[in-house]
């Protein structure tokens, strides 16, 4: 599976940006992180199937994005978005997109060590 991450650039406090991942191939579970200058790379969001398919699937966020941030699904495009709103400078860093194969327990969702497959990483960067 190859991904292919979009969307990154630079922000002023309080706008937006929207991040596409994009898939070649199937995956039941997409993760997003991001890794500052000098930080360990950190889970952002998550998106799974219901093992079933993706309707009624799940989302899951870092407390630090929680109602900011949402991650959704185009499964005509295979793509995932993460839409990132209300902008914070300590959001700044390289965003990552991944995948798994397989739908991840939740408690599996924040450990970059189980998603086998990672996009490139896009720059966010977010000016106060």
């Known amino acids: 599976v190859q991904l292919q991450a979009s969307g990154g650039g630079l922000v002023q406090a309080g706008g937006s940006l929207r991040l596409s991942c994009a898939a070649s191939?199937?995956?039941?579970?997409r993760g997003w992180f991001r890794q500052a200058p000098g930080k360990e790379r950190e889970f952002v969001a998550a998106?799974?199937?219901?093992?079933?398919?993706?309707?009624?699937?799940?989302?899951h966020y870092a407390d630090s994005v929680k109602g900011r941030f949402t991650t959704s699904r185009d499964n005509a495009k295979n793509t995932v978005y993460l839409q990132m709103n209300s902008l914070k400078p300590e959001d700044t860093a390289v965003y990552y997109c991944?995948?798994?194969?397989?739908?991840?327990?939740?408690?599996?969702?924040?450990?970059?060590?189980?998603?086998?497959?990672w996009g490139q990483g896009t720059q966010v960067t977010v000016s106060s």
């Open positions: 991944a995948a798994s194969f397989g739908r991840l327990i939740v408690s599996s969702l924040k450990t970059p060590s189980q998603y086998p497959y």
């Open positions: 191939g199937r995956t039941d579970t």
């Open positions: 998106i799974r199937s219901n093992g079933g398919g993706w309707s009624g699937g799940s989302t």
